[in-house]
């Protein structure tokens, strides 16, 4: 589990990093201001500052849509182990036991008709 919540955040470290340098460079905006923008993009809170070029807004537009994928990614992959956890609580697994790839017996049934 803590191997899976480290590679999470790497994602959203990598992810925020990807926000901070986009919005420092686009926008303009000082490196703290650009840190906020980011993070609050990257949450699902919404920008802070307003937008005023053309660039800045799209690399914000942009950086929503790929903040989305990466927020439910790293859900994922926090929750990974749980729920495989689970799937071994149930005995669930991913390959059949050979029992039960054996077909089941078919009890013969005695002929009628004869004599």
């Given at each position: 589990m803590v191997r899976c919540l480290m590679f999470a955040i790497g994602i959203l470290a990598v992810a925020l990093a990807i926000g901070v340098v986009g919005y420092h460079v686009f926008?303009?905006?000082?490196?703290?201001?650009?840190f906020l923008n980011?993070?609050?993009?990257?949450?699902?809170?919404g920008p802070v500052n307003p937008l005023t070029s053309a660039g800045a807004k799209l690399f914000a537009s942009v950086y929503a849509l790929f903040s989305g994928l990466v927020f439910v990614s790293v859900i994922t992959i926090a929750l990974t182990p749980v729920f495989h956890r689970i799937l071994h609580k149930?005995?669930?697994?991913?390959?059949?036991?050979?029992?039960?790839?054996?077909?089941?017996?078919?009890?013969?049934?005695?002929?009628?008709?004869e004599g």
């Amino acid at each position: 589990m803590v191997r899976c919540l480290m590679f999470a955040i790497g994602i959203l470290a990598v992810a925020l990093a990807i926000g901070v340098v986009g919005y420092h460079v686009f926008a303009a905006l000082p490196w703290l201001d650009a840190f906020l923008n980011a993070a609050m993009i990257l949450t699902g809170m919404g920008p802070v500052n307003p937008l005023t070029s053309a660039g800045a807004k799209l690399f914000a537009s942009v950086y929503a849509l790929f903040s989305g994928l990466v927020f439910v990614s790293v859900i994922t992959i926090a929750l990974t182990p749980v729920f495989h956890r689970i799937l071994h609580k149930f005995h669930l697994s991913e390959e059949p036991h050979r029992a039960e790839t054996k077909p089941p017996r078919v009890p013969l049934s005695p002929q009628r008709g004869e004599g």
